[in-house]
């Protein structure tokens, strides 16, 4: 059975710095992999898709890595931004015999400090 | 704007009420989705559509019900056998299983 981790819950970093998100994943074998971004109460946006087959995707300030042999993928943020601040989650694709879903971890929730 | 709407953004419910929560999307998408989300944890799938007049339970099914008659509409009944309903509800679509979901701005459902 599918299981996503993300570490830490919780990050509270001062605007400019760069950070590390992190995923982990227990089942290698996935389709894909997506990062989104929740502001509070609100739905969640799509940040990055990485495929498979992709080692890494970038938009912008965020960079997105992923290594399927360790069942790991990060967020790169450079020089953050107060705008930042939010929930960070990851989601994994699985195709199963039900045609397939997203698995999500519990998220990181980042805070950065002007 | 293509996207995703959901009503209403908030709804309670009585003690033995069945609530309804819209989902409408005019992306042409063929996928739906319906995600609970409580706090400190992910998101968990309650149902699944994969196109018109079919749906599939994900992991959470027991006490919801949904539809998929036309291709826009994705509604969710959260039943009087939800015994724990309150909670953010989540609704996304996609074009297909398998590519990038989008999501509506989520319905807060409690309990009076």
């Known amino acids: 059975k599918q299981e996503v981790t993300q570490i830490p819950a919780a990050l509270s970093v001062p605007e400019g710095e760069n950070l590390v998100l992190n995923c982990s994943f227990t089942?290698?074998?996935?389709?894909?992999l997506q990062w989104f971004r929740q502001d509070p109460g609100k739905g969640l946006t799509s940040l990055l898709l990485?495929?498979?087959?992709?080692r890494e995707q970038t938009s912008g300030r965020l960079n997105a890595s992923l290594d399927k042999s360790s069942g790991r993928s990060t967020l790169y943020i450079a020089a953050s931004q107060p705008g930042d601040s939010a929930t960070y989650l990851c989601?994994?694709?699985?195709?199963?015999?039900?045609?397939?879903?997203?698995?999500f971890g519990q998220g990181t929730e980042l805070s950065v400090k002007p | 704007d293509g996207g995703i709407t959901q009503s209403p953004k908030y709804l309670f419910r009585k003690e033995g009420q069945n609530v309804t929560l819209s989902c409408e999307q005019n992306?042409?998408?063929?996928?739906m989705y319906w995600y609970r989300q409580d706090p400190g944890q992910g998101l968990r799938l309650i149902y699944y559509?994969?196109?018109?007049?079919?749906?599939q339970k994900g992991d959470i099914a027991e006490g919801y019900s949904v539809s998929r008659e036309k291709k826009e509409s994705f509604p969710l009944t959260v039943t009087s056998a939800q015994k724990n309903p309150t909670a953010f509800y989540l609704c996304?679509?996609?074009?297909?299983?398998?590519?990038?979901?989008?999501f509506g701005d989520g319905t807060r459902l409690s309990i009076l």
């Open positions: 996304a679509s996609s074009m297909t299983a398998g590519q990038p979901q989008h």
């Open positions: 089942d290698s074998a996935i389709y894909n």
């Open positions: 990485i495929q498979s087959s992709q």
């Open positions: 989601a994994v694709y699985n195709f199963n015999n039900q045609g397939g879903k997203l698995i």
């Open positions: 992306l042409n998408h063929d996928a």
């Open positions: 559509s994969q196109i018109v007049n079919d749906f």
